[in-house]
């Protein structure tokens, strides 16, 4: 079996989480290679061969064209898998290429059990295995579901490439996060809110609660959204990656994209009404509770201790 | 300008899941339905389009059993100007890229300027159909779109990356977009929308189901297993205040 890993390369530089394509090429036997559209003066540590197309006169970001590049790549090498991160990068490109090679797509692979895919369904409210029926098959990897003990080594053995294909549009560059206000990402205790507060009055029962144990409050996506929690206090794959000691999720669910800013905290309590939210994967104490009930008697007897 | 919005009709993720007979899918029946939530997102963007550039006519497709004309309706209350429902009952079932197929069928001889998608479907979340239906169509696809404008027959659009950061890119019509959350607000239909909107055109056609076939098989599916040692704590909720609190006092030092 071979396995052709793409990886990443944005603002001048290689996306690391590279190494994440090499820890599930880990666990297949197989023989992997690797796809880049980037720069000789940043390389990936791998052993292997790695096919560079040149970002100078590529583009980091240009559908058509590095669908072209990568295309070309498969001709000659013959992968029986295409290998993406699920990500503005992978989920953009894999379908181009799976459309082109007539074969299955399977997206945002979270593990693999008995060698098949497995990828989660309704918010990861449940799980799928899944069977490829075509020759190729074109996956993307749930970000941060495979990973590595230790940083990756190696020297890659690098082959250019060249494509005449053009472009059919255009990045212009990049707008940077917006920095500004409370760094969450600096808090030991951080309450957050998540579409189960209701309403935008009922952030004040996440803030207290915040206040009453030292900490800072934040949101996740949707709140962020309508406007009830500041975007700075955005927790996920889009806001901040926080690591607190201790991590309170208020009517969260606990969406992948939430999972991944948060699940590294020391300690994590979930408040949920909703005993089945996948929050429950990572939290350490769930309460089966309505918050708008439960967070204020919780303040009450924090501030009166 | 001639604009198809692609939506889907989800059960609200806060149901109590079943998995159905087969045990290739979650079980339909005792489900609260409503519009995919990033669908809404380009209903509005394709809304708030025609209210800037006046002289455009809004289509809005779906794909399933006749239950999905209620959702629909709502994208007709918010402002689309037709519906086109695909009848197909196994629409549940079916993979990307037949979904992807059966709006490449449909839309391959309409022209039309702009197609609005939702970047992912909330059920099966495979962030794959609009890319495809592009592909199919060839015409330029750019992807997670958190901002959007045109001019003078300019598409410019935001691309949402890892992290917080936005690529800005541009393109000309035509062209096919699929939206993230967050993109604009959307609108809650109005009475008086709700009732014209049930004037509207909502044609319903049968897909040429020929060529469609699966690449795929679902071996299994399941509930995922909770990872042990988290503690769960239900009852009376003074109680539950005093057990979290001793918990935290226990295992962490924030209490101290």
Redesign the interface.
Known sequence: MKTLLVAEF?EGKLRVKYSQLLAFAKELPTEASMFLVGSTSDLPQFDGTLYLADVAKYGE?N??VHKQLLLDVIAKEQPDRIVFH???YG??L???I???L???????VMAL?DG?PV????????????????ARTVLTLQ?GAFGMEEDPVGTPTVVPIDTEACK???????????IEGVDLTKS??IVSAGRGVGKPENIAMVQALAKA???EYGGS??V??AGWVEHDR?VG???RTVTP??YVACGI?GAIQHLAGMKKS??I?AINT???A?I??????????DLK??LP??TE??QS? | MNILICIKQVPDMESKFKINNEGSWYDRADLAWRMNEYDEYAVEQAVRLKEQVGDADLTVLCIGPDQVKETMKKALAMGCDRGVHVADNDAYQREPIEIASMIADFAKTKNFDIIFTGMQSQDRGSAQVGVMVAELLGIPAITTIVGFAFENGAVQVKRELEGGGKALVNTTTPVLLTCQLGLNTPRYPTLPNIMKAKKKELLTIAPDLSGLGARQETTAFYFPERKGGGIVLEGELPELAEKLIHLLKEKTGVLA
């Open positions: 944005r970001y559908p058509t699920h990500s503005s989920w953009d894999a379908p181009r799976a459309v082109a007539k074969a299955a797509q399977i997206s945002e059990a098949e990828v989660p369904v309704c918010n990861a409210k449940l799980r799928r295995k899944i069977k490829s029926q075509t970000a059919k549009v255009e990045c212009k560059g990049y707008e940077a996060a917006r030991e205790i144990l030292g900490g996506r949707p962020v959204d955005q794959t889009t806001g000691k201790l669910s020391d300690f309590v909703d005993k089945d996948p429950g994967e990572v939290a350490d104490v769930f309460v089966v509770a009930q439960f008697i919780l007897k924090l201790r």
